[in-house]
T-cell receptor, first 116, second 111 residues
Framework: NAGVMQNPRHLVRRRGQEARLRCSPM?????VYWYRQLPEEGLKFMVY????????ESGMPKERFSAEFPKEGPSILRIQQVVRGDSAAYFC??????????????FGSGTRLTVV | GEDVEQSLFLSVREGDSSVINCTYT??????LYWYKQEPGAGLQLLTY?????DMKQDQRLTVLLNKKDKHLSLRIADTQTGDSAIYFC???????????FGTGTRLTVIP
């Protein structure tokens, strides 16, 4: 039973390019969460999705960032026109419906985005 | 305050006990968590405690919760070099689905 799979592990983009980060949740998990970790900081919540629905995007920057979790395929976090300040580790977590807060969330290994 | 607070660094000698402290923000948080992050890796859930408990023990790990002071601690007995990592506490405020994390405590175990 594979864990939460994120790819790529490392991503380098030039300023102004687009970054696409992918997350496949654990089997049986229908809830996906994206977090961002800036250097030397803790994780900050960005967005919570279920299949085809954004449930809570209160942590998403208002511009350039978007997320989706389609009926088929992985969840995608998309960052348009990247800037240096977007350089961070982006973590995806998943949980089964209704129990994430009880058992915690399973995290992937993250995508480390570097903007040059 | 708004932030979950932790000390940034802790060093202990191998075999000693480690105590990592955390002050969280929301007295209505129903669950509190400790996660471990090794270099270049994701977060691994170590343990969690329900807010109506004062203490939880799991092998070498002991979690203490003081709801009055909104203080959470993680004690690691017989600390080993493999315990060197960053430890994050987290809370789910208002029973929300997302978690709020502290800045992490970097534990260094000296052989």
């Amino acid at each position: 039973n594979a864990g939460v799979m994120q790819n790529p592990r490392h991503l380098v983009r030039r300023r102004g390019q687009e970054a696409r980060l992918r997350c496949s949740p654990m089997k049986g998990h229908s809830h996906v969460y994206w977090y961002r970790q800036l250097p030397e900081e803790g994780l900050k919540f960005m967005v919570y999705l279920q299949k085809e629905n954004i449930i809570d995007e209160s942590g998403m920057p208002k511009e350039r960032f978007s997320a989706e979790f389609p009926k088929e395929g992985p969840s995608i976090l998309r960052i348009q026109q990247v800037v240096r300040g977007d350089s961070a580790a982006y973590f995806c977590a998943s949980s089964p419906p209704g129990t994430g807060e009880i058992y915690g969330y399973t995290f992937g290994s993250g995508t480390r985005l570097t903007v040059v | 305050g708004e932030d979950v607070e932790q000390s940034l660094f802790l060093s202990v000698r191998e075999g000693d006990s480690s105590v990592i402290n955390c002050t969280y923000t929301d007295s209505s948080s129903t669950y509190l968590y400790w996660y471990k992050q090794e270099p270049g890796a994701g977060l691994q859930l170590l343990t969690y405690i329900f807010s109506n408990m004062d203490m939880k023990q799991d092998q070498r790990l002991t979690v203490l919760l003081n709801k009055k002071d909104k203080h959470l601690s993680l004690r690691i007995a017989d600390t080993q070099t493999g315990d060197s990592a960053i430890y994050f506490c987290a809370e789910n405020r208002n029973g929300a689905n997302n978690l709020f994390f502290g800045t992490g405590t970097r534990l260094t175990v000296i052989p």
